[in-house]
C-alpha cells in the first residue's frame, strides 16, 4: 500500500512539475511575442511622426524650388506608400524610400541659400533629423527582440512549446543594400 501511495504521489509531483513548465513556456513565449509587437508599435509610431512632418516640409520647400517637382513628387508619392503600408514589410520598404526621398530633399535644398536659411526649413530638418535617430534606435531595439523571441522557441525544451503553440521564426529588419554603400565624398571641383 505504501509503495503505490509513493507511486500515485511521484506521478502526481511529476504531472505538476510538467503542468508548471508548460505554463511557464507557454507565458514565456507569449511575453516575448508580445515584446516583438510592442517594438514594432515603436517603429511605427516614429515613421508616422516623420510621415506627419512631411507635408509641413513640402509646403516650406515649395516656395523655393518651383523646378524641382519631380524631388516632391518623390517626397510626396513615399509619404502616401507609407501612410497606406498594410504589413511591417510594407511599411519598412516605404520607410526606407521616404528616407531616399528625404534625402534629395536636403541635398536640393543645399542649391538654395534662402531656403536653408529659413528658420522653418531649419526647425523641420532638425526635427526630421531627431526622428531619424529615433527610427533607426526602434528598428535596433525590434531586431533585439526578434533576437531574443527567436533564441526563445528555438532551445530546447521551449522549442517542443513553440511547435505546440505553432510559433515560428521571426524576420529581422534588413537594410536594403544600397543603404549599405559608403557616399561618394569629394572635396575637389
Known amino acids: 500500500m505504501a509503495v503505490l501511495t509513493y507511486a500515485i504521489g511521484g506521478l502526481a509531483a511529476l504531472a505538476g512539475l510538467g503542468l508548471l513548465t508548460t505554463v511557464y513556456y507557454y507565458n514565456r513565449i507569449v511575453k516575448l511575442e508580445n515584446r516583438v509587437d510592442n517594438a514594432w508599435a515603436q517603429i511605427d509610431v516614429q515613421l508616422k511622426k516623420r510621415a506627419d512632418l512631411v507635408p509641413n516640409l513640402v509646403e516650406t520647400v515649395e516656395g523655393y524650388m518651383d523646378h524641382e517637382r519631380e524631388v516632391m513628387e518623390k517626397v510626396s508619392e513615399s509619404r502616401e506608400k507609407l501612410v497606406n503600408a498594410q504589413s511591417p514589410e510594407e511599411e519598412a520598404k516605404a520607410g526606407n524610400q521616404m528616407t531616399e ?17 529659413s528658420e522653418n526649413f531649419k526647425e523641420l530638418q532638425q526635427e526630421l533629423s531627431s526622428i531619424e535617430g529615433k527610427v533607426a534606435y526602434a528598428r535596433q531595439h525590434y531586431n533585439d527582440a526578434i533576437l531574443e523571441f527567436n533564441n526563445s522557441i528555438e532551445t530546447f525544451p521551449a522549442v517542443v512549446f513553440a511547435n505546440l503553440m505553432g510559433k515560428t521564426e521571426k524576420d529581422q529588419l534588413q537594410i536594403d543594400t544600397a543603404d549599405k554603400e559608403l557616399p561618394d565624398v569629394s572635396f575637389g571641383e
Not at 101 to 117: G, R
Open 101 to 117: 526621398a528625404m534625402k534629395s530633399i536636403f541635398a536640393v535644398a543645399e542649391e538654395y541659400p534662402d531656403l536653408k536659411a
